[in-house]
């Protein structure tokens, strides 16, 4: 049974750190590409960061360069996103997903989030 599981998330002040964790299962998880995708209040799904099965891929929306940091650790199954310096706009529901193949359009798998809300 394929699980992806999200934690970490929870109410930070803008300026403020965090870090989201997501733990696999049940599928070969170093070979999949893993992702970080997050959707904000009325708005549609929004990619946010992804890596690849080796970690020497990594790539980041234009919005989030330089404040968040995508990893993943093949022994323990788990990927993560340090979250720095978080505005307002970062608020929304940061799901984990994974993908064996960079090319598909669609997600092989998505956990069921953690919801995450920056308010002064």
């Known amino acids: 049974q394929v699980q992806l599981v999200e934690s970490g998330g929870g109410l930070v002040q803008p300026g403020g750190s965090l870090r989201l964790s997501c733990a696999a299962s049940?599928?070969?998880?170093?070979?999949?590409?893993m992702y970080w995708v997050r959707q904000a209040p009325g708005k549609g799904l929004e990619w946010v960061s992804n890596i690849n099965g080796d970690g020497a891929v990594i790539r980041y929306t234009d919005s989030v360069k330089r404040r968040f940091t995508i990893s993943r650790d093949n022994i323990k199954n788990m990927t993560y996103l340090q979250m720095n310096s978080r505005k307002i706009e970062d608020t929304a529901m940061y799901y984990c997903?994974?993908?064996?193949?960079?090319?598909?359009?669609?997600?092989?798998?998505r956990g069921q989030g953690t919801q995450v809300t920056v308010s002064s």
């Open positions: 049940g599928f070969p998880f170093s070979i999949y590409w």
């Open positions: 997903a994974s993908k064996r193949y960079y090319a598909n359009s669609v997600y092989d798998y």
